[in-house]
């Protein structure tokens, strides 16, 4: 599985920025998805994860009511919505699949995208 991320950039604080993450190889085997991110000097850390099937998501505290997780299936592409952007969203953001096959899972990750909020 490979995953391309794209969307960053730079913004004011209170726009939107929406990221991509692109997957191929078998994407069929994958199973969660979700985006990280990662600030200077900082662990990286969840912001939403998206199941398959029915899609269940989930969301840090901190993006909760701001952000929204989707995937389009079609596509087989992962976006995030980001609104109301403070300057603490500043992080290189990332992508991750899980792929289960035969009880096995296996993480993958992408290059990351700069999102850099202005106050």
């Known amino acids: 599985v490979q995953l391309v991320e794209s969307g960053g950039g730079l913004v004011q604080a209170g726009g939107s920025l929406r990221l991509s993450c692109a997957a191929s190889?078998?994407?069929?085997?994958?199973?969660?998805m979700g985006w990280y991110r990662q600030a200077p000097g900082k662990q990286r850390e969840l912001v939403a994860v998206?199941?398959?099937?029915?899609?269940?998501?989930n969301y840090a505290d901190s993006v909760k009511g701001r952000f929204t997780i989707s995937r389009d299936y079609a596509k087989n592409t992962m976006y995030l919505q980001m609104n109301s952007l403070k300057p603490e969203d500043t992080a290189v953001y990332y992508c991750?699949?899980?792929?289960?096959?035969?009880?096995?899972?296996?993480?993958?990750w992408g290059q990351g995208t700069q999102v850099t909020v202005s106050s």
């Open positions: 991750k699949a899980r792929t289960m096959v035969v009880g096995i899972s296996f993480d993958y």
């Open positions: 190889g078998s994407s069929f085997s994958i199973n969660t």
């Open positions: 998206i199941t398959s099937g029915g899609g269940s998501t």
